[in-house]
């Protein structure tokens, strides 16, 4: 059974404080892992796919890494717009192709 | 706006009782998702839809059911529900079907159980 899991739950952050997100995952096969961005009471927004270790994307402040066994979200000079839950899932190379999604950080950023 | 729409946005509603979730995806997408959120669960997969076919099945319970129409749109139906299921329901599409391509969520609708 694939497994994500996010640390830390929750993190807060002063404006301009660089700060990274981990997603740790177990998976049969890795075929992709996700990002995603969450606003209160809204659907989760598409950042970021990764598909082998050793890959990097880039989007603004956001940066997403990948390794054989985690990915992180560096968030660089963050403002307070980049408050938010962020969500990563995995999709595994077994039958199934659903994504695995993992509970999130809530990323607080105080002016 | 992801180009996903979700009616109603909002469902008050009684244990026991029936309810249907609608959804269309965005112009072009084969593929319909549905998930559920908790405060307790995070986003769980549900049902896969693909061009009117089901295509995965998640934690779904026997007592919900979807379907995925000619036009694209796909309706999520929730039956006897109970206090547990209140919940954000979200839908989301991509345009293949095996769920490599990013996936597009929609706004979400709110089930209260009372």
């Known amino acids: 059974e694939d497994q994500v899991t996010q640390s830390p739950e929750a993190l807060r952050l002063q404006e301009g404080e660089s700060s990274s997100l981990n997603c740790s995952y177990t998976?049969?096969?890795?075929?992709?892992l996700f990002w995603y961005r969450q606003d209160p009471g809204k659907g989760p927004e598409f950042l970021f796919t990764?598909?082998?270790a050793g890959e990097e994307k880039e989007k603004e402040r956001l940066k997403a890494t990948l390794t054989k066994k985690e990915s992180f979200l560096h968030i660089t000079a963050p403002k307070p717009e980049d408050s938010a839950t962020y969500l990563c899932?995995?999709?595994?190379?077994?039958?199934?192709?659903?994504?695995?999604f993992g509970r999130g950080t809530s990323l607080i950023v105080h002016p | 706006d992801s180009g996903v729409t979700q009616t109603p946005k909002h469902l008050i509603t009684a244990t026991g009782q029936r309810v249907t979730l609608r959804c269309s995806p965005r112009?072009?997408?084969?593929?319909v998702y549905w998930y559920q959120q908790s405060l307790d669960q995070g986003l769980q997969f549900l049902i896969q839809?693909?061009?009117?076919?089901?295509?995965a099945k998640g934690n779904i319970l026997e007592r919900f059911s979807a379907q995925q129409f000619p036009d694209l749109h796909s309706e999520l139906n929730l039956s006897s529900l109970e206090l547990g299921d209140s919940a954000l329901y979200f839908c989301?599409?991509?345009?293949?079907?095996?769920?490599?391509?990013?996936?597009?969520f929609g706004p979400g609708t709110r089930l209260t159980v009372l």
């Open positions: 112009s072009g997408d084969l593929s």
């Open positions: 899932a995995v999709q595994g190379g077994g039958g199934s192709y659903i994504p695995t």
């Open positions: 839809y693909y061009n009117g076919e089901e295509r």
């Open positions: 998976v049969s096969g890795l075929r992709g």
């Open positions: 989301a599409s991509s345009v293949g079907g095996q769920g490599l391509n990013e996936q597009f």
């Open positions: 990764l598909y082998s």
